[in-house]
C-alpha cells in the first residue's frame, strides 16, 4: 500500500502493482472464483490509490501547473468512468457473461489513464514543482492510502474538501465490511 519515496514515485510502483494483477487476470482460466479474488484486489487498490490522487495529488496539479484545472478535470474524469467499471463489476460473478467484457474495457480504459499520467502529468509535475512539495505529497498520498475506501462508490465526492471529510468513513466502512466477507484477504 505505501512504497515510498515522492508522489510520482509512489503511484507509479502502484501502476505497475495494477499491470500485475491484470496480467494474473489474463493468466487465470475464464469463470474461475481467483478472477473474481483478481477483481477484488484490483478495485481495492484501484480505488485506494484514486482516493489518494484526488485528495492530493489534483488540488497540487491544480495549484502548481500551467492549465492545471483543465488537467485535474480530465483526471477525474478519467477516474469517474473507472469507479463506474469497478462498481459495475462488483454487480457481476466471473461466470457472468459480461464479467470479462468489464474487465477488459476497465483495463482499456486504465491503460489509457495510466499512460497519460506517466507521459504527460508526472514530467510536468517534475519539471515544475519543487522536489521537497513532492515528498511531502508522497507522504500524503500513502496515509490518505490507509484510510481509504476499498470499494467503489460513484456517487461520492471526488474533489476537497468533501471528499477527504468523507472517505475516511467510507473506508473505515468498506474495511468492517471486507473483513466479515474475507474480501481482500
Do not use: C
Not at 52 to 63: F, S
Request: proline share 6%.
Amino acid at each position: 500500500m505505501g512504497h515510498g519515496g515522492d508522489v510520482i514515485a509512489e503511484l507509479t510502483t502502484d501502476h505497475r502493482e495494477v499491470d500485475d494483477l491484470f496480467k494474473q487476470f489474463s493468466d487465470t482460466p475464464p469463470g474461475s472464483e481467483d478472477r473474481k479474488r483478481l477483481v477484488d484486489a484490483l478495485t481495492i487498490e484501484l480505488v485506494r490509490h484514486s482516493v489518494a490522487e484526488e485528495e492530493y495529488l489534483y488540488p497540487a496539479v491544480r495549484e502548481h501547473l500551467k492549465e492545471g484545472d483543465a488537467l485535474a478535470d480530465k483526471e477525474l474524469a478519467d477516474h469517474a468512468r473507472v469507479e463506474q467499471l469497478l462498481d459495475d463489476l462488483q454487480q457481476r460473478e466471473p461466470g457472468d457473461l459480461d464479467f470479462d467484457r468489464l474487465v477488459v474495457k476497465l483495463r482499456t480504459e486504465v491503460t489509457a489513464h495510466v499512460e497519460d499520467e506517466e507521459k504527460n502529468l508526472f514530467p510536468q509535475l517534475r519539471n515544475g514543482v519543487h522536489s521537497y512539495v513532492l515528498e511531502e505529497l508522497g507522504n500524503k498520498v500513502r496515509q490518505a492510502k490507509k484510510t481509504a475506501p476499498t470499494r467503489p462508490h460513484p456517487s461520492a465526492p471526488s474533489t476537497p474538501p468533501a471528499n477527504k471529510l468523507l472517505a475516511p468513513g467510507l473506508g473505515m466502512v468498506d474495511r468492517v465490511r471486507d473483513y466479515l466477507s474475507g474480501r481482500g484477504q
